[in-house]
């Protein structure tokens, strides 16, 4: 991935695709590359500029001037169908779903198709930037509180990797509980208030679970979590 973050915008309505590339022209290291507005284009527009990040709306009309299908995470799941077959076997292109839903089957169908986060549309700028970069970096990036969706949808087959980790196993319950809540991208002033401690804790549990597992940065814990179906 080069130093500039490439990104294709994908939505159906003109102004947000505005509003959003506004936004992101504000860090120099996001550059804009192509728009699209349904399907069709979306998969067009991957193909064309081989962006690092795609930032993709959930609900998508098939073509242009089409009405978006109302089914769990149609047109947005479509897309990332249609671009894992395109893009099979060359360098990987990321997808960042942004959607007005905040509905737990809209999570969840995207992200089983491949997205690597979801944020929803109330998302500050600078937080979406950030999203942005830490996906082509090759994180999981949720907004807060749906992540759990996640977890819920995939907890079954975490709790079987779980049970045989021996890296796992090193950490305390309370440690669990913090590496998983940082994993998806939680601050930690998110982390203190979801589990009702301390700032100084939480950077206290994170120091210990960097050091048992022997990791140096949340990213690399993110990775870590992602590899054993934890997030």
Known sequence: MSATVRVVIVD??????????????VDPGIEVVGEAADVAGAVAAVRAAHPDVVLLDVHLPDSEGGVPAAS????????????ADLLAGEAPVRFLALSVS?????????????ARGYVTKSIGGAELAAAV???AEGDAVFSPRLAGFVLDAFGAAAGEVAAVDDELDRLSAREREVMRLIARGYAY???????????????THVSAVLRKLQLSSRHELTRWAAARRLL
């Open 189 to 203: 002033k998110e982390v203190a208030r979801e589990l009702f401690i301390s700032v100084k804790t939480v950077e």
């Open 12 to 25: 159906d309505h003109r102004m947000v695709r505005s509003g959003v590339r506004a936004e992101l022209a």
């Open 102 to 114: 905040d509905a737990a089957d809209d999570v969840i169908a995207v992200i089983r198709r491949g």
């Open 72 to 83: 769990a995470g149609s047109g947005g799941a479509a897309v990332l169908q249609e671009c």
């Open 133 to 135: 970069r830490r996906v």
